[in-house]
């Protein structure tokens, strides 16, 4: 991997997995997701990974307009990395996932590097009462359900984002074979050096989180990207502060935020996304570890500036 003296932390602030009901801290309109979004910034984040939902009932949105309404109040109160989704929710269209980044053309956008079996149809059986009517539907079809990310698909969003927008990706990597994947548009010359990996455990369907396989996908990559690649690591649930800490302490970036887990502590919701950057931050400081800058971000993985950017 490629040297990288400070640890980066993103924090993905709503995602397309949890549902209101879930959390009343989940943040749900543009204003929630604008303010959450500065303050995890403030927190110690320097790179904000968004989704956007629907004001109305927190169903997630491609819309580009819902996007607008909070990008540009993130923009002018902050200095951090916008990363827009590529992964939108479950069941768009690869052309509703970009729709937004295609509008914004931000610094860096989300790339998951192949189709898999994406199930939480397990968290259904945890409530009983919901807020939505959609959320119980949207939720349970996952136990039949692939997220396609084809070599085609993967190769279009390339040529939509990097080739006309110059952004850079964060592979996000479910399993062994996307880091391959990764490898393989990377060696076609598709991709520009450092390759920024998300290295995501413990969503059913993709590898489970057991630190061993952290020590194979970094090993992995070691042997597939040489120099040319920074790492970061992202663990659903429970899993999410002792898989960061982990990555931080081999030299690698961390990712948190209400998008990967609801929880601070065990059996104790997070009152804010920021909260969960501070607590990483102060897990990494504690190791005598620094924390990225914005500015420190963009040069670690050479991004376009946040004055190339449409919002």
Not at 11 to 38: K, Q
Not at 142 to 161: C, G, P, R, V
Request: charged share 25%; with cysteine.
């Amino acid at each position: 991997m490629a040297k990288q003296s400070k640890v980066i932390i993103s924090c993905a602030i709503t995602g397309a997995i949890h549902t209101p009901t879930m959390s009343d801290h989940l943040p749900i309109t543009p204003d929630e997701i604008a303010e959450a979004s500065i303050a995890a910034a403030e927190a110690g984040a320097s790179i904000i990974h968004l989704h956007a939902r629907d004001p109305e009932n927190g169903k997630p949105t491609p819309d580009p307009d819902v996007f607008m309404e909070f990008l540009p109040r993130i923009k002018q109160n902050t200095d951090a990395v916008v990363n827009i989704t590529t992964g939108g929710g479950l069941g768009m269209t690869v052309d509703e996932r970009i729709a937004a980044a295609i509008v914004a053309s931000p610094e860096v956008t989300s790339l998951n590097m192949g189709s898999m079996n994406f199930g939480i149809f397990g968290l259904v059986d945890r409530y009983e009462n919901w807020k939505y009517d959609w959320e119980k539907p949207y939720l349970a079809m996952t136990d039949d359900f692939i997220f396609t990310n084809t070599f085609k698909q993967i190769d279009y969003i390339i040529s939509k984002l990097h080739d006309e927008h110059n952004v850079k990706f964060e592979h996000e990597c479910y399993d062994i074979s996307h880091l391959y994947n990764t490898h393989y548009f990377y060696r076609l010359g598709r991709l520009r050096k450092p390759i920024f990996l998300q290295f995501i455990f413990g969503i059913m369907g993709g590898i489970g989180a057991e630190l061993d396989h952290l020590m194979h996908m970094k090993s992995t990559a070691d042997r597939l990207f040489g120099d040319d690649y920074v790492f970061s690591v992202l663990a659903a649930g429970r899993h999410q502060m002792n898989f960061t800490t982990q990555s931080a302490m081999m030299g690698g970036s961390v990712r948190v935020g209400l998008e990967d887990s609801l929880f601070i502590a065990k059996g104790k919701l997070a009152e804010s996304n920021a909260q969960q950057v501070a607590k990483i931050r102060r897990i990494c400081e504690d190791l005598s570890l620094e924390i990225a800058t914005p500015t420190e971000a963009r040069e670690i993985l050479d991004l376009k500036g946040g004055d190339k950017v449409k919002f």
